[in-house]
């Protein structure tokens, strides 16, 4: 299985209602791109300071599902959409799991 982790940080001009269809577009992926056993799309509880702001988890089956979500064109079309125009930051990680 492989785990995909990615987290965001908004940039301090998008509002919520910008952050908010993002993370509702993160979180149709499941629906619209599939391949993935599991999707998390979740928001920072602001515990600390300094965190990012979203995280999404997507476990896959293999590389080869995990490589075909990642170059969907629905998948790229939501980050083209609703993530990169808002984004100030994003780190992500693919391990076996």
Same mark, same amino acid.
């Given at each position: ?5 990615? @987290?965001?940080?908004w940039?301090? =001009?998008a ?10 577009? %993160?979180?149709? %992926?499941? *629906? *619209? @791109?599939?391949?993935?056993t599991?999707?998390?799309?979740? *928001? $920072?509880?602001?515990?600390? $300071? ?11 089956? $293999? ?8 170059? $969907?064109?629905?998948?790229? =079309? ?17 391990? *076996?799991?």
């Amino acid at each position: 299985m492989i785990r995909h982790v990615v @987290v965001f940080t908004w940039s301090p =001009a998008a509002d919520a209602e910008q952050r908010s269809s993002a993370v509702a577009a %993160l979180r149709g %992926l499941r *629906e *619209e @791109v599939g391949g993935m056993t599991s999707l998390v799309v979740a *928001e $920072d509880a602001g515990l600390s $300071d300094g965190n990012a702001d979203t995280v999404l988890i997507a476990d896959f089956p $293999d590389a080869a599902a995990f490589s075909r979500y990642a170059r $969907d064109p629905r998948h790229q =079309a939501v980050l083209a959409e609703h993530v990169r125009p808002h984004l100030a930051g994003r780190s992500a990680v693919q391990y *076996e799991a």
